[in-house]
Every structure is written in structure tokens, then in C-alpha cells.
């Protein structure tokens, strides 16, 4: 059956950011080439209700994205893999997958069985780890080709937190429990990002700050007190190696040297202070983080001047986002130099360009040998 053909919404209003470096030509063309700096481009078809399994599980599926839900840009295959639910509003612990090269939203796995006696559980009986909040808790690592995951609020309807590391591998589409060594992060809920120079997951859990290596397996803590808000989400600007959280103002760690400092910064939007997970994630071509909250506008964040630009305004999502974040929603492809925001069960995706086509800076992380699409 013949889809809809992708609708293109151009900004009424797009600021320069200095984006005007002659693109560099692509090998192949892509998808999004069409897609001006400051264009929404809405996916039709790509709602989440639409590939819900049946029968449902135990809560409501809204759940999977109002429920703190979060998600990990997988860039090995350009898909922005969400996983959510938890606590007692959803049991179902399935994947979805939000395909940009094909512009379809897909289910890459089924919902564990649950029962009464497996509620509560962190671990279920099938070797699958319970549904949960996600938060900022999802990280892609490409050069394994795994997804991280720690902790979270499991389903349980007495809620709680628990602080388990997980790892799905995308070439088998299985999930493994890590057991990993070293000092665990100390809260269920952190802001996490990987880093392409080391090859490692940064997170913060509230109380400090760590990081986790897949090649030993182990928690390695920087810093022990750094206390902040919990309602955060973190992105690392590898070219001034810095790990950025957002959401209770913009406070920054270095990763060489792990100084802390919260950063003043100018023309802020009100969805920095809001202490509700706001989306944000570094795009190499304007050499900027990039930050959405809901609506149709898109502001990015220069840290050489600490000085925040809004890059769009018109029509995109058009909605708010939810109260319960934005989380890991809302990510960057480099491959196709836009990002992603999936931002509510019954919604269409959309797809956003902050800087020109394959302009200068755009870096494609390699693909894991034998790559394997679940």
C-alpha cells in the first residue's frame, strides 16, 4: 500500500547561527536532503498506537512515552529506539522503533508475559528485564552496537527505583543483565550520555557523577558529590569535552578534568529552569547542543558564548510537551544531519534540521561489522 507522502513545514522565522559553510557533497542521497535549515518535516504513519500488540498488557500503553518514558538514538540504522512504561502504569517492556531511512514506526520486540507473581519483579521470569520509567536513562553505544540502560522505576505498584544495568545487543535482539563491578550509581534516575572519544557512558545520578565501560564491564565514580535536581537530561559536546545537563539550568562538566560549573547563560528558554526533562542533543554541523521542549520552537545553545538562539518557529509538533520530559526523545542522526522527537503515543513523528546538508563537521560514527537490522 502506497504512503502518504511526507508533509515539509517551513519556519516562519529562522535565525542564521552562522550556518552558512558550504555543504559538503553526499556519496548517496538521503531521505532529508530536501530539508532547508529550520524545516519540521512531520513522518505520517509513525505513531506508536499503531503497532501496539495485541492483546495489551497489564496499564495503559499512553504510559510508554507520559510515564517518564525515554529512548537512545541508534546510528548504526538511524532509528530512535523508545522503551518506557513502569511503576504501575504500563507492564509492558516491548521496544519500538522509529525507522528514519524508511519513515515507519515498527514493534522490534513482544511484551513479556506478566502475571501477579511477576509483578514487582526487575528481572522476569523470561530473562527480560521489566518494564520501567526510562528517563534519561537510554544510551546508544555504537561501537558495540548495544544499548545501554540503568535503573529506573520498575513496574511495581508500590513504585520504587532500582539500579540495574542492562545492555540490549541489536544483533541478536536480546537483552543481558550486566552485573557490572565498580561503585553503582546511587539513584535510579540519571542523565546519560556516551562519548564517541572514550567509548563511554557518562551519567549523573542526582548524588554524583560516573561513567560505564562496556569493554570491562564497571562503574568508575569521578565524582562523588555533585548534588543537583533530579528532573535533568544530559548531551556531550565532544569537540570541547563537555558533558552539558539541562532542566535546572545549564550546568557543566568537564570530562578531562571533571571541574563542575553552572553556566549564566543569555536568552534563555523557559524550558531550561523548568525541572521537567527537556530534550536536548549536540549537533556537529552547527557545532551547538540543541534543545526542544514541546511546541514548534527549537533553540541552540553556543557554549563559547554561553548564548541560547531559537533556530525555528511555525509549525512542527505544535503541542506541548509532556510534564513528565522529553528525556532521550528527541536525538540526533548524523548520518542525516536532522533530529528525531517521538512525543506522544497517538502522534506522528517529525524530523527537524538545525544546520545545511552534509555541511562541514558531520561525522558518521562507523557501523559494527556484520550489521544486523532486528
Known amino acids: 500500500m502506497l504512503r502518504p507522502a511526507a508533509r515539509i513545514v517551513c519556519a516562519c522565522a529562522v535565525a542564521a547561527l552562522a550556518l552558512t559553510a558550504t555543504a559538503r557533497p553526499r556519496a548517496q542521497a538521503g531521505p532529508y536532503d530536501a530539508l532547508a535549515p529550520g524545516q519540521w518535516l512531520e513522518l505520517p504513519g509513525t505513531t506508536i498506537r499503531s503497532v501496539l500488540p495485541s492483546p495489551l498488557p497489564i496499564g495503559s500503553p499512553d504510559a510508554i512515552i507520559l510515564a517518564w518514558g525515554g529512548a537512545a538514538a541508534d546510528t548504526s540504522r538511524n532509528r530512535l529506539i523508545v522503551w518506557g512504561g513502569g511503576h504501575n502504569d504500563y507492564y509492558g517492556n516491548e521496544l519500538y522503533a522509529l525507522d528514519l531511512t524508511t519513515k515507519t514506526m515498527r514493534r522490534l520486540t513482544d511484551p ?59 544483533s541478536t535482539s536480546r537483552w543481558q543483565l550486566m552485573n557490572p563491578a565498580g561503585p553503582l550509581p546511587v539513584y535510579g534516575v ?38 543537583t535536581d533530579y528532573h535533568l537530561t544530559a548531551a556531550i559536546d565532544p569537540a570541547r569535552r563537555k558533558f552539558v545537563l539541562l532542566g535546572d539550568g545549564v550546568q557543566v562538566i568537564d570530562l578531562d578534568t571533571f571541574a563542575t560549573a553552572r553556566l549564566a547563560t543569555t536568552n534563555t528558554p523557559a524550558f531550561v529552569t523548568s525541572r521537567q526533562y527537556p530534550g536536548v542533543a549536540y549537533d556537529p554541523v552547527v557545532n551547538r547542543l540543541v534543545a526542544w521542549h514541546g511546541g514548534n520552537a527549537v533553540y541552540a545553545l553556543d557554549l563559547a558564548t554561553a548564548s541560547w538562539t531559537q533556530v525555528a518557529a511555525g509549525i512542527g509538533p505544535n503541542v506541548p510537551a509532556p510534564q513528565q520530559g522529553t528525556n532521550g526523545r528527541w536525538n540526533y542522526f548524523p548520518q542525516y544531519g536532522v533530529f528525531a522527537i517521538v512525543n506522544s503515543i497517538d502522534q506522528n513523528a517529525f524530523v527537524f534540521r538545525a544546520g545545511p546538508a552534509g555541511g562541514p563537521g558531520t561525522t558518521v560514527p562507523a557501523a559494527p561489522t556484520n550489521l544486523r537490522v532486528p
Open 112 to 170: 513479556s508475559p506478566i502475571g501477579a507473581t511477576t509483578r514487582c519483579l526487575g528481572t522476569l521470569p523470561d530473562g527480560n528485564p521489566a518494564s520501567r520509567h526510562t528517563y534519561n536513562n537510554l544510551v546508544y553505544m555504537p561501537h558495540v552496537d548495544r544499548m545501554f540502560a540503568f535503573g529506573g522505576a520498575h513496574a511495581c505498584p508500590q513504585g520504587g527505583f532500582v539500579n540495574d544495568t542492562w545492555t540490549f545487543d541489536f
Open 190 to 227: 540519571t542523565a546519560s550520555a556516551y562519548d564517541p572519544v572514550t567509548q563511554k557512558v557518562f551519567l549523573h545520578d542526582t548524588y554524583g557523577f560516573s561513567s560505564y565501560d562496556f569493554a570491562t564491564n564497571r562503574y568508575t565514580r569521578h565524582i562523588a558529590d555533585f548534588s
